[in-house]
């Protein structure tokens, strides 16, 4: 009996899955990238090249000499802001991380204001008594005083470009060219802060783990507002200048202002690299949801790999609208200037004439703007995802309802940008 064939047969199949396996693991293989992390101390950077949120961890708590549970470690941008893996597939190579163990304290944004114009104020907060006033009194006087110590040279407001105005962009963790660029993403960072607190919050409710129907609803309303942030930039226009208001536009119209010839077209694809808005739909959809599915673990997610499979290929059941180049409109006039708009309770600011800033004048009103809030006039937390959870205990949820929900999170219908003296923390009743 010749035996030969059968084994040709089965080497020729051996052969064949194991360049299948070859390939099938390449084409998943993500490019490396190089990023800089180090601990809440600042005390060392070291490099790390990765390709994804958990190879980062773990290579960065291998050089850290960081022992606790990858799960219990968490990464942060020098700003503060929390990293998860959607976020870090949009982080520029040689972004500076931090990473955090439990228990460990990160140094609060007014901390890096303190610190950096420090820096850039040397002669005068190293003045004897006044320094010491300045580092005692409460945050409210240093910032009024910060105001008043600000330079009021305009000579370099209107420069755009790095070449142009270096100064500007000196430290900053950035790859952006431009001012504009640079603010647009950072406003885009506030709105995406949003959207994962939302998220959070609805995940970490009884009503979602224990209400089998509410939460296919909540799954289901996650997705549109991950679709339709898409479609809107994140709102990173309320902080581009270019995006400005004529100055003969009536308040609350939809149409005119000064964005330049290449801006977007009505086919929802603006100018900036780092805008979700050029990723294509496949390639979003992988962005929003996190790993392929052969790569997830479907016991993090309480899910078999056939139901990841499904909500991966699930389509949001309310309708993605386009938004009107017209109605993407700034919070700033056409020079870069902000103004306060008061407490959520009043129409206006009290201290107009004192709040009001220009991040695009100097690197001083630039990190002072960070101290600047967008304040949900109806509470996100205390009012906004309460009504969304006991809404989804409903089959369905109203279109009408989700989109309302979404401007009320996510939009300036709800949203007012303020100084950080009117900013009132306490319950809007």
């Given at each position: ?63 850290l000499n960081v022992t606790e549970d990858l ?160 479609k809107d930039h994140y ?195």
């Open positions: 009996m010749n035996m030969d064939k059968p084994d040709s047969k089965m080497s020729s199949l051996l052969s064949e899955c194991y360049h299948k396996l070859v390939d099938s693991t390449s084409s998943t293989e993500l490019p490396l990238k190089g990023y800089k992390v180090t601990d809440v101390n600042r005390t060392r950077k070291i490099g790390v090249a990765c390709s994804g949120l958990q190879e980062f961890k773990q290579k960065a708590c291998a050089k799960e219990e470690i968490e990464v942060f941008l020098l700003d503060g802001s929390e990293v998860d893996e959607e976020y870090f597939k949009t982080l520029p190579a040689q972004t500076t991380l931090i990473l955090r163990r439990p228990g460990e304290k990160l140094l609060t944004e007014a901390d890096i204001l303190y610190q950096m114009l420090k820096k850039v104020n040397e002669s005068y907060l190293s003045s004897g008594q006044k320094a010491e006033e300045f580092l005692t009194d409460k945050l409210k006087v240093k910032l009024a005083v910060l105001h008043k110590a600000l330079n009021d040279d305009d000579s370099k407001t209107v420069l755009s470009n790095r070449k142009d105005d270096p100064a500007w962009f000196d430290g900053l963790e950035t790859t952006s060219q431009t001012k504009e660029a640079y603010l647009h993403r950072r406003c885009q960072d506030r709105i995406r802060g949003y959207l994962y607190k939302t998220i959070e919050q609805i995940k970490a409710s009884e009503i979602y783990n224990n209400d089998k129907k509410a939460r296919s609803v909540l799954e289901s309303v996650i997705i549109f507002f991950k679709l339709q942030l898409k709102f990173g226009f309320y902080f581009d200048r270019t995006y400005s208001p004529k100055p003969d536009m009536k308040e609350g119209a939809e149409s005119g202002n000064s964005l330049p010839d290449d801006e977007t077209d009505g086919s929802g694809i603006c100018r900036y690299e780092h805008c979700p808005c050029r990723l294509s739909w496949s390639d979003y959809e992988k962005f929003i949801m996190g790993l392929n599915v052969d790569e997830v673990d479907a016991k993090k997610f309480d899910r078999t790999k056939e139901e990841i499979q499904q909500l991966k290929e699930q389509k949001s059941i309310y309708k993605i609208t386009i938004r009107n180049v017209k109605s993407m409109t700034a919070l700033c006039d056409k020079k870069g200037e902000f103004r306060c708009s008061g407490t959520w309770n009043r129409n206006e600011c009290l201290y107009s004439d004192c709040h009001k800033i220009n991040p695009y004048r100097s690197k001083e009103e630039l990190v002072l703007f960070s101290t600047w809030n967008l304040d949900h006039k109806i509470e996100r937390s205390r009012t906004l995802i309460p009504q969304l959870l006991e809404a989804a205990r409903k089959d369905i949820l109203d279109e009408n309802e989700v989109v309302e929900i979404y401007n009320n999170l996510f939009t300036s219908k709800n949203l007012r940008l303020v100084h950080i003296v009117c900013h009132d923390k306490s319950s809007h009743k």
